[in-house]
Nanobody, 125 residues
Framework: QVKLLESGGGLVQAGGSLRLSCAAS????????MAWFRQAPGKERDFVAA????????YNPGSAEGRFTISRDSAKNTVYLQMTNLQPEDTAIYYC??????????????????WGQGTQVTVSS
């Protein structure tokens, strides 16, 4: 089982930026897909972005594409989510996840085996 620890969340004003980090331990980091999901209050957890073992990436076009960038540092077993131009609707708990799928399976929660505890991102208007 891979353990995931997210960090980097916090309070930011609209238009600001944050970089989330997710450090993985306890397993083989490759060939895994790493992803970020988020859950806003009263809503379901939604896919944000994913990166696979070859550093191919995919994004939720409705929320992340163009503003968020996912990357990974395999030497550090860490995945990042750089978020820019944050808006109040980006307020959510952001979760890191790891799995072995790519393609359509990587866009849903069922495509992932292990999850972090989440980090809160709050964007004020």
């Amino acid at each position: 089982q891979v353990k995931l620890l997210e960090s980097g969340g916090g309070l930011v004003q609209a238009g600001g930026s944050l970089r989330l980090s997710c450090a993985a331990s306890g397993g083989t980091f490759s060939p895994y897909t790493m992803a970020w999901f988020r859950q806003a209050p009263g809503k379901e957890r939604d896919f944000v972005a994913a990166i696979n073992w070859s550093s191919a990436t995919t994004y939720n076009p409705g929320s992340a594409e163009g503003r968020f960038t996912i990357s990974r540092d395999s030497a550090k077993n860490t995945v990042y989510l750089q978020m820019t131009n944050l808006q109040p609707e980006d307020t959510a708990i952001y979760y890191c996840a790891v799995g072995r799928n790519w393609g359509p399976e990587a866009l849903g929660e069922n495509g992932y085996d292990d999850w972090g505890q989440g980090t809160q991102v709050t964007v004020s208007s």
